[in-house]
Every structure is written in C-alpha cells, then in structure tokens.
C-alpha cells in the first residue's frame, strides 16, 4: 500500500497521559500535514511541514502539542498532559508540491484518540 | 480562503446520479474548488479539482459555472459505496496550504 499510513488506529489513554503519533506519509511528497477532527466536524488544520520545516502552525496547536518531521520523511505528533478535550481523530495528509502546483493532499485514515 | 456553502444532506437512488452543489459566491482568481469525501471511520478522500474549466476523472465530473461562483460535483452512476459526506474546499496555491473543510453534504445512497 503506497497511501499515506499512521500508527496507533486507536489510542485510548487516561487524562495527563502523554500520547504520540505517527505519519508515514506517500513516498516523496515534500509536505506533509496534520489535522485534528470531532465528531459532526470537518477536519480543522493544526500544522504542516515542508521536508523537516515546520512551515505553519494553526492557533488550535497549544503548548502541549508539538509535531516534527526530523528527516523530511515520517512525522510525529505528540501530545502532553492529555485533557478530554483532545479527544478526537487526528489526520495526516501529504502532497507534493513544487512551484506553483496544485497537487492534493492525500489523507491517512487517521488516529482516533479517546482521553479517559 | 473563499468559504463554502453545502447543502447539509441528499438522498440518492442507486444507479441514479448524484449532483452535490456547492457555492463559493467570494472565490477569487487564484483559487481552485476542490472535492473531497470522508467515508465513515476512513480519512477524507480526494476526488476531483479545477479551476475553471470542467473536469472529469474515473470518480466524479466537476462542473463550474462561468463565473466561478458555484461550482456541482456529479458522480454518474451512484452506488452504495458512494454513501459518504462530501466535502467542498476552496483553497488558492499559494502559501496558505491547509485545507479548510466545512461541514459538507451528508450524501446516502438507497436501495
């Protein structure tokens, strides 16, 4: 399968665990992002790299929230003192961008968290 | 980004096509309509983009209107399979990347 793949499926952990994920993104593409979506929602943007730049990061992404991506390939999102809150499924995608190109973004099928 | 507008639901007939409309009244020049789905429990899956010309792909054809205004997603012959909420975006290509999804359009497709 050369679709985007992430690890755990699922995650159920006690509040002020610490939890992290990870993203294997379609081999090559260059940018690689990360959304998080609840129940009823649309997926929202938390942040996206470029190679192993952190390019942007969306207001939602506190303090207890940090990604990398430290060899431009697989990415990492952790997540300190988990609050109930956080509850949700977090989504990665990836594309390959240069100049001024369109390409899509192709999603993982994501990471249900469930905070207990 | 242009925002969106989806209806909320529709209902179609197996075999029948389904026609999701969507209306991005602000889009500007630079800015592409892309469709996405999201099948229960699986990530949103892309299907089909443009800019201002219609396209048509193995999935679905986008039709835009001439002032790029609104935009219909058409899928020919729906299935079972195609049962999903269909997402419409907006996004231009240049340096925002992320992806700004509403709710979109609960489609179910009956027997």
């Known amino acids: ?116 | 980004d242009a925002k969106t507008t989806q209806p909320t639901s529709m209902d179609c007939a197996e075999g029948r096509a389904a026609n999701l409309p969507c209306n991005h009244s602000t889009i500007s020049g630079n800015e592409y309509v892309y469709w996405y789905r999201q099948i229960h429990s699986q990530g949103p899956q892309y299907i089909i983009h443009g800019l201002k010309n219609n396209e048509t792909n193995e999935m679905a054809s986008l039709i835009i209107t001439e002032d790029r205004k609104s935009s219909t997603l058409i899928l020919p012959h729906a299935t079972l399979r195609d049962t999903a909420v269909y997402y419409c975006i907006v996004k231009s290509t240049g340096t925002a990347s992320k992806l700004t999804f509403g709710t979109g359009t609960r489609l179910q497709v009956t027997l």
């Open chain 1, 1 to 116: 399968d050369t679709g985007v793949s992430q690890d755990p499926r699922h995650k159920i952990t006690k509040r002020g665990q610490n939890v992290t994920f990870r993203c294997d993104p379609i081999s090559e593409h260059n940018r690689l992002y990360w959304y998080r979506q609840t129940l009823g929602q649309g997926p929202e943007f938390l942040t996206y790299f470029q190679n192993e730049a952190q390019l942007e990061k969306s207001r939602l992404l506190s303090d207890r929230f940090s990604a990398e991506r430290p060899k431009g390939s697989f990415s990492t999102l952790e997540i300190q003192r988990t609050e109930q809150g956080d509850s949700a499924m977090y989504l990665c995608a990836s594309s390959l961008v240069s100049g001024q190109s369109n390409q899509p973004q192709h999603f993982g099928d994501g990471t249900r968290l469930s905070i207990l």
